[in-house]
């Protein structure tokens, strides 16, 4: 006999936790260690429930980790989805016990995925997070000094003793990502696998991994959607609108943008592909944007089937 899901939804502050049930009771308690176990204590009684937590830039993190050792079904939902959920409803007011219902309301109404955390996963994540952001400075500081360099030497030396210890930590932070890899057993196969299909680096497998679990377990068409490179109808009545590309994972999908320019050169089905349409005309952003779709379908089937990438079905 299958029970009812009750959903339920919780608004994470730093200092207390706002809990809502859908058609059910309200409630708060601190966001603490006693507090979490109180909250556990009281879901119980409330037979099958998914629980909806709105990701807050860590801050959900102890809470995650106290439901997920209880063996609660966690769903971390993206605030953009929930808040487009409350325009669509008419609701405008917003508060933390307001914000807790109307997770446990979008919860009931839209399909979510259960939280699947990997302890190795998540160190992996955090590692290719940093990367990404050192890159990013790295990238401002050569603009700083190579378009308005500062006037005072004291200043530039500065900005230059700051650009070598930023470049000297990204190479640390590749070793350790390739470590975390390689003394990983089940991270270091999906690894090795990546990089065997041409155009595909250390920095985009790494990234895959961290950020794209689903990789090898959804359809060609799911897994560019998941990441944002699937393009959509805009049509009406006989209008025929440009397909656009909307949504999506933007750290995968940053990374698979540089993959792409290299793997359109080295990647032998990529380099047909971006031949053929280029000489049928296409714009260099729609052909950019196929040969990220390609790769990823060819990642896709690599993992899928655990196999060489020539011999995958893309």
Not at 42 to 47: A, S, T
Not at 200 to 228: K, S, Y
Not at 273 to 302: C, E, F, H, Q, S
Request: charged content about 30%.
């Amino acid at each position: 006999m299958t029970h009812p899901v009750r959903f339920v939804g919780i608004d994470v502050g730093k200092a207390r936790l706002d809990v809502a049930v859908a058609d059910g009771p309200a409630f708060h308690v601190a966001n603490s260690a006693k507090g979490r176990d109180e909250l556990i204590v009281r879901l119980k009684p409330l037979g099958v429930v998914a629980i909806g937590v709105e990701a807050s830039g860590g801050v959900e993190r102890d809470l995650l980790d106290a439901l997920l050792a209880a063996k609660c079904d966690v769903r971390l939902l993206q605030p953009a989805r929930v808040r487009k959920f409350a325009e669509a409803r008419g609701r405008l007011a917003k508060n933390d016990a307001l914000d807790a219902r109307l997770i446990a309301d979008f919860m009931a109404v839209v399909p979510t995925r259960p939280l699947r955390r990997d302890p190795n996963v998540e160190a992996l994540a955090e590692l290719v997070d940093v990367r990404r952001r050192l890159v990013d400075e790295k990238a401002q500081m050569q603009v700083t000094l190579g378009e308005h360099p500062p006037r005072d030497a004291a200043v530039l030396r500065m900005l230059r003793r700051r650009l070598r210890r930023i470049e000297a930590d990204i190479v640390l932070l590749d070793k350790r990502i390739a470590d975390t890899l390689a003394d990983d057993p089940v991270l270091a196969p999906r690894a090795r696998r990546l990089l065997q299909v041409p155009g595909v680096g250390p920095t985009l497998a790494a990234t895959l991994i961290a950020h794209l679990p689903e990789l090898g377990e959804l359809e060609h068409r799911q897994i560019a959607a998941l990441v944002g490179v699937a393009p959509y109808d805009h049509d009406s009545g006989t209008m025929r609108g440009k397909r656009r590309c909307r949504g999506g994972r933007s750290k995968v999908r940053n990374v698979l943008y540089m993959a792409a320019l290299s793997a359109g050169r080295f990647n032998p089905a990529l380099a047909a592909m971006r031949k053929r349409l280029k000489d049928a005309g296409k714009p260099p952003k729609i052909i950019l944007v196929a040969l990220m779709r390609k790769l990823l379908t060819i990642l896709n089937a690599v993992m899928r089937h655990d196999s060489e990438w020539r011999k995958a079905k893309a």
